[in-house]
């Protein structure tokens, strides 16, 4: 007898699992295919020989040599490594002491990180362009005024370091929140702090470690955003990755979208070795 309705309540058990199953196989199949399929599309296009017919691959071998995309991708990754160090110095600190000192003020600087995303970018940029138009007019001579001018070097531009900073802000916050509320951070002080480590052992020693994840989140989140980003670089006049490749896209279409693919599988690649590598970490660290 117990044998009998054994039976049927294992099936009974194994059947959600399988349905289960079945539902992921289902959603990861669909999610493969709407990212792939025009991943694969856009590769295909630019390996087409289309003057002598088959395949080529000049397409990615010319990017290093065409004209402005040496001197785009340099002043894109330096804005992106800048951004992501502004983001991380002025979140996690903030972040921290919002958890540990001042909990009350947690709603007020939720609420101060959402702004970004409530007001709309083409407003904030023209905001941003009235400001620098004071530099050389109205304030000219004086400390503000040259500081607006020199944030507009064309090689490096500073102010669109300051404006990414505001924009990835609110990326960077729910990446770090998560990362904060999944450890004890208040034990983890106590217990330090009753050890005898100071608050810059703490920080460093103890609760970073803990927030590897986070911060990469928060940073490959700030990397992205930095280096897709094209409104603020056009309307601003200043020349990035995002910029050149549109501009290029007029000229030759299969090198932009070279540029756009391999740039692409590039992030990809380095997400994927950074997850790795935190992985191991983590794994040697449990042992």
Do not use: C, H
Not at 29 to 38: D, E, K, N, Q, R
Not at 246 to 275: C, D, P, R
């Amino acid at each position: 007898m117990t044998a009998v309705l054994t039976r049927p309540v294992a099936e009974a058990v194994r059947k959600p699992g399988r349905r289960t199953n079945f539902g992921r196989i289902v959603v990861l199949a669909i999610a493969g295919v709407y990212f792939l399929v025009p991943l694969a599309a856009a590769i295909w296009f630019t390996i087409q020989d289309k003057v002598n017919g088959g395949v080529t691959g000049e397409y990615y071998t010319s990017i290093p040599q065409a004209e402005g995309f040496a001197e785009a991708l340099r002043r894109s990754l330096s804005l992106a490594v800048l951004t992501v160090l502004g983001v991380l110095l002025v979140t996690v600190p903030a972040m921290l002491a919002v958890t540990l000192r001042l909990p009350k003020l947690r709603p007020i600087v939720e609420g101060l990180s959402l702004l970004p995303l409530v007001i709309p970018p083409i407003a904030l940029v023209a905001g941003v362009r009235d400001m620098l138009a004071l530099g050389p007019d109205q304030l000219a001579g004086t400390p503000f005024g040259d500081a607006l001018v020199s944030s507009q070097d064309p090689e490096l531009p500073i102010i669109l370091i300051v404006v990414y900073i505001v924009l990835a802000t609110p990326f960077a916050y729910r990446s770090l929140d998560a990362g904060i509320r999944a450890i004890d951070a208040r034990t983890l002080v106590d217990a330090a702090r009753g050890l005898g480590s100071s608050w810059f052992d703490v920080v460093w020693r103890v609760l970073l470690p803990n927030l590897r994840g986070a911060v990469l989140g928060a940073a490959f989140l700030t990397l992205g955003l930095v280096l897709g980003e094209y409104t603020i670089a056009s309307i601003l006049l200043f020349d990035t990755l995002p910029t050149w490749l549109v501009k290029i896209s007029g000229e030759n279409g299969q090198l932009s979208v070279s540029v756009s693919t391999a740039s692409l599988l590039f992030t990809w690649v380095l997400l994927l070795v950074v997850s790795l590598a935190d992985r191991r970490r983590t794994s040697r660290s449990d042992t």
